[in-house]
């Protein structure tokens, strides 16, 4: 997410993330912190779900994007479902090999779905734009 930052010049940007420690790269943004899980850590997912909703409902935020985790994930399902918020999915750039879980499931609620890896783009989705390194 760092890499495209650029393109956000000039916009009313908020960041949310699990790492704290991020915060200081981005001195004088808005930024919240919120719990990380994954399909392991289920229980980690009832705290991280009420952050998210504090956050999303504290921001409001006209578009969300990111570059994947299940913890964003249930950001755009939130955001989507509760404000009606442009959504878009950038699969990590991790995962050359195939999809992420949580990206794959992104199809179902981000408008622009993309990977970062140009073999993994399908007609159906998701699409490639080009990688950010």
């Given at each position: 997410?760092r890499r495209?930052?650029?393109?956000f010049?000039g916009l009313?940007?908020?960041y949310?993330?699990v790492?704290p420690e991020?915060?200081?790269e981005?001195?004088?943004?808005?930024y919240?912190v919120?719990?990380d899980f994954?399909r392991?850590?289920?229980?980690?997912?009832i705290?991280?779900?009420?952050q998210?909703?504090k956050?999303?409902?504290?921001v409001?935020?006209d578009v969300?994007?990111t570059?994947?985790?299940?913890?964003a994930?249930?950001?755009?399902?939130l955001?989507?479902?509760?404000?009606q918020?442009?959504?878009?999915w950038i699969d990590?750039?991790a995962?050359?090999?195939r999809?992420s879980?949580s990206?794959?499931l992104a199809?179902y609620?981000?408008?622009?779905?993309l990977?970062?890896?140009?073999?993994?783009a399908?007609?159906?989705?998701?699409?490639?734009w080009?990688?950010?390194l």
């Amino acid at each position: 997410m760092r890499r495209i930052m650029p393109a956000f010049d000039g916009l009313k940007v908020s960041y949310a993330s699990v790492y704290p420690e991020y915060a200081e790269e981005i001195p004088g943004e808005r930024y919240y912190v919120f719990q990380d899980f994954s399909r392991f850590r289920k229980i980690a997912s009832i705290k991280a779900g009420f952050q998210l909703l504090k956050i999303v409902l504290t921001v409001r935020p006209d578009v969300v994007i990111t570059t994947g985790s299940a913890p964003a994930l249930l950001a755009l399902i939130l955001s989507k479902t509760l404000l009606q918020s442009k959504t878009i999915w950038i699969d990590s750039i991790a995962n050359c090999d195939r999809l992420s879980t949580s990206g794959s499931l992104a199809k179902y609620v981000a408008d622009i779905w993309l990977t970062q890896w140009e073999h993994l783009a399908t007609d159906k989705g998701p699409a490639w734009w080009g990688a950010v390194l």
